[in-house]
């Protein structure tokens, strides 16, 4: 059993640990700020070719797949979770394309996500359909003037990078809307240039700003039959893609524990208090410690984790092993950020110093892709069904 990466996975590593600290973290407090797309940054993760790194080497992309890609998010969030949400869009909406699309599919919409010349997003919830994926109401219906066609209608929300997308993977019903069958939903590619399609409002967010979230109309879209991805009623691709997701966003959950740990160490160690350092105390040594420690784990959880989605191993016996790392890197971002909150104390809520921010990013990954709830409740499942046992 080797815990090393390989030496092109810590090539990447590093080449991403010096454009995060040069380019990601000079920006990342006005982007905040501002909440403007931080178009410079997807220009730089163009040229270093991160973009590419989950895209299938066939179809134009660096092949570096789940892992490679989990390794350069972590860095990056450690300064910026809007710029490592950048990169976990070139994942997320394309995943389930690669997962079950055919190939004309691959070869029209993913060279595009590699080159930086195309963007997508992922639409699943809905207002009344978070965790309760069954309660989607948008409709696709047979399209009455092309066999094999639908017409869809309904609205998306809370889609990460809705308003930058040239396409969109949208889930939809295309059996009656109160079915909770699982072959009732269906995935589709609609292509933002479409008629019926648009941007409604943008949501107003406590934090990782400069990526707009926000609801994707969807008004009697004709979507075409070649734009059906895997088969008619294929509702088990949205927890394909899903499953296959959890060391991605787990990965944001690490880089930001990582970087608020960093800075509130180094803050402790100048800070002088009682005749000494903050960091001279043993109370405050073993919240570092601990810290530490949760870190720790939740990069051995993420790793394994991204290695099974890149060997497919992303079906219902591997969920509780991904939901884990998904569920604990997560949690462990919320309590980093509040331990550096707390260090660096009054100091550590105002915005002259990055751990508010820090604090504010960290609970939305705790929601997104899959609450912590509904993590340990598949976690839970996977016990109570032999998924994971111990002899």
């Known amino acids: 059993m080797n815990f090393e990466l390989s030496d092109e996975l810590q090539a990447l590593q590093a080449s991403v640990r010096r454009l995060a600290q040069d380019k990601v973290r000079p920006r990342a407090r006005e982007i905040d700020q501002t909440g403007e797309y931080p178009a410079d940054l997807f220009e730089t993760f163009r040229d270093a070719g991160l973009l590419a790194l989950c895209i299938p080497e066939d179809v134009g992309g660096a092949g570096a797949g789940v892992l490679g890609l989990t390794i350069a998010i972590e860095e990056v969030a450690k300064y910026s979770n ?78 990460s990078g809705v308003r930058e997308a040239d396409w969109y993977t949208v889930f939809a019903k295309t059996a009656e809307p109160q079915s909770r069958a699982h072959d009732s939903i269906t995935a589709f590619i609609v292509e933002r240039r479409w008629d019926g399609v648009s941007v409604g409002r943008t949501d107003k967010k406590m934090g990782v700003r400069g990526v707009d979230t926000g609801e994707l109309v969807l008004d009697g ?9 895997g088969e008619v009623g294929g509702f088990r691709l949205a927890m394909l893609g899903l499953n296959s997701m959890r060391p991605i966003v787990a990965a944001r959950g690490i880089g930001l524990a990582e970087g608020a740990l960093m800075y509130a160490t180094e803050y402790v160690k100048e800070r002088a208090a009682f005749g000494k350092t903050i960091a001279d105390f043993q109370g405050i040594r073993w919240e570092i410690a601990k810290c530490a420690v949760d870190i720790e784990a939740a990069r051995l959880l993420t790793y394994r984790a991204a ?24 949690e462990v971002a919320v309590r ?18 990055p751990t508010e921010l820090w604090y504010r990013d960290a609970r939305q990954l705790t929601i997104v892709e899959g609450t912590s709830q509904v ?3 598949l976690i839970g499942r996977g016990v109570l069904d032999g998924d994971l046992w111990w002899d």
């Open 82 to 159: 809007t710029a490592a949400l950048m990169l976990l869009l070139t994942r997320l909406p394309t995943g389930p394309v690669m997962i079950a699309g055919d190939d004309d599919q691959k070869r029209r919409y993913l060279p595009g996500i590699a080159d930086g010349s195309l963007r997508a997003a992922f639409g699943l919830s809905e207002p009344q359909a978070g965790s309760d994926v069954m309660g989607m109401r948008t409709r696709a219906v047979p399209d009455p003037d092309r066999e094999g066609g639908w017409v869809l209608t309904g609205t998306k929300c809370w889609m």
């Open 221 to 229: 879209v004709r979507v075409p039959p070649e734009n059906v991805i």
């Open 307 to 330: 290695a099974m989605s890149d060997a497919g191993k992303f079906a219902k016996p591997d969920v509780p092993f991904l939901s884990m790392a998904k569920y604990f890197a997560t």
């Open 336 to 353: 980093a950020s509040g331990l550096a909150v707390q260090l660096l104390g009054a100091a550590g809520y105002m915005e002259d110093h």
């Open 375 to 377: 993590q340990l409740d």
